[in-house]
């Protein structure tokens, strides 16, 4: 209900509790039902308890979000900022691999800005819809106030193992 989970095990050998206490903690990211699904977040001020009468610091809200797959034909946008989001985007995820081999970064994000109207939420769901394998995690409003407990999901959500 709070959104944590203590984890108490019991061994003769410290080594082997945490060794168990790791695995469980791998196995539950690789197989967290949030992978390689679309994602809202959402942050509730403060809210109050099951009585009515304690509130509840600020709290991140993980929502899965259905994300309504847009067409190549259905966005209008400049060609040289569709190579650019697509490079960045789209090319960057289907080579991460061979990327990787050479040693070269592919954390990359993205940052849509301007004035309402212009299409970035309609960009973004074309990009998703051609990503459907993996996780996405979409942040509007005050959610992006808290960048830091954004990037620390995407980061744990993200690993591979």
């Not at 308890?49 to 600020?58: A, C, F, R």
């Not at 954390?107 to 970035?120: A, D, S």
């Not at 960009?123 to 995690?137: F, H, N």
């Amino acid at each position: 209900m709070r959104g944590k989970t203590i984890l108490e095990v019991a061994s003769r050998l410290s080594r082997t509790g945490e060794s168990c206490s790791d695995a469980i903690g791998r196995r539950s990211i690789k197989h967290s039902v949030y992978r390689n699904k679309g994602l809202k977040l959402a942050f509730e001020a403060c809210s109050k308890d099951q009585y009515g009468d304690v509130e509840s610091p600020l709290q991140l809200r993980v929502l899965f979000k259905s994300i309504e797959a847009v067409g190549d034909e259905d966005i209008i946008i400049a060609d040289d900022v569709r190579a650019i989001l697509w490079r960045n985007v789209i090319n960057l995820y289907r080579r991460r691999e061979v990327l990787k081999a050479h040693h070269v970064s592919v954390r990359r994000g993205v940052l849509l800005y301007g004035t309402p109207g212009t299409g970035k939420t309609l960009a973004c769901r074309c990009l998703c819809g051609k990503l459907p394998q993996v996780t996405r995690i979409i942040v509007t409003g005050t959610a992006l106030l808290h960048v830091s407990s954004v990037f620390s999901l995407a980061r744990l959500l993200g690993r591979h193992w």
